[in-house]
T-cell receptor, first 114, second 110 residues
Framework: NAGVMQNPRHLVRRRGQEARLRCSPMKGHSHVYWYRQLPEEGLKFMVYLQKENIIDESGMPKERFSAEFPKEGPSILRIQQVVRGDSAAYFC????????????FGNGTRLTVT | GQQLNQSPQSMFIQEGEDVSMNCTSSSIFNTWLWYKQDPGEGPVLLIALYKAGELTSNGRLTAQFGITRKDSFLNISASIPSDVGIYFCAGHNYGQNFVFGPGTRLSVLP
């Protein structure tokens, strides 16, 4: 009965390093969404993926950020050459391929860039 | 793009009081969702609404899908300390992305 699993829960990176955030959706879910949240702010949409396809990446910065959801394995959000402004909580959510099914969220990865 | 407004932005209430908050949009949605986020955790789904006019309860929580399909309301009765958190509404149309409101921050005073 596992929910959406994200790891790591906390990630510290120095400026210029790469950050890799992983998300395993709930069993039976084939849609994955990534959101970013700054302290005291709401959820900002980044990207929506289905298996092997990016459906909507309109919220993702054009540079340094990429996401994938391979046929096998978790979805990965990758941030290259991190900067201090990338420090935030990154949440993954999943849903099944059923009309209007709600999103189920993981507990997030808190990225700190030093 | 589509945007949701939530009011109030924050509220401080006494334990035992009832709470009302709402979510409005300039666009029509086919689904309204309410989530609660505790500090350091991910949002948890509270109630999902699928039909205009629908009124749904989950324990002390009651939510309604506005008849115009452009708004939704969430009520919490007899608040308790563990109700503290951020409440987010979200609207959705099939084939489109989920749109989240900025949240209502609830504090409960003992």
């Amino acid at each position: 009965n596992a929910g959406v699993m994200q790891n790591p829960r906390h990630l510290v990176r120095r400026r210029g390093q790469e950050a890799r955030l992983r998300c395993s959706p709930m069993k039976g879910h084939s849609h994955v969404y990534w959101y970013r949240q700054l302290p005291e702010e709401g959820l900002k949409f980044m990207v929506y993926l289905q298996k092997e396809n990016i459906i909507d990446e309109s919220g993702m910065p054009k540079e340094r950020f990429s996401a994938e959801f391979p046929k096998e394995g978790p979805s990965i959000l990758r941030i290259q050459q991190v900067v201090r402004g990338d420090s935030a909580a990154y949440f993954c959510a999943s849903s099944p391929t059923i009309y209007n099914s709600p999103l189920h969220f993981g507990n997030g990865t808190r990225l700190t860039v030093t | 793009g589509q945007q949701l407004n939530q009011s109030p932005q924050s509220m401080f209430i006494q334990e035992g009081e009832d709470v009302s908050m709402n979510c409005t949009s300039s666009s029509i949605f086919n689904t309204w969702l309410w989530y609660k986020q505790d500090p350091g955790e991910g949002p948890v789904l509270l109630i999902a609404l699928y039909k205009a006019g629908e009124l749904t309860s989950n324990g002390r929580l009651t939510a309604q899908f506005g008849i115009t399909r452009k708004d939704s309301f969430l009520n919490i009765s007899a608040s308790i300390p563990s109700d503290v958190g951020i409440y987010f509404c979200a609207g959705h149309n099939y084939g489109q992305n989920f749109v989240f409101g900025p949240g209502t921050r609830l504090s409960v005073l003992p």
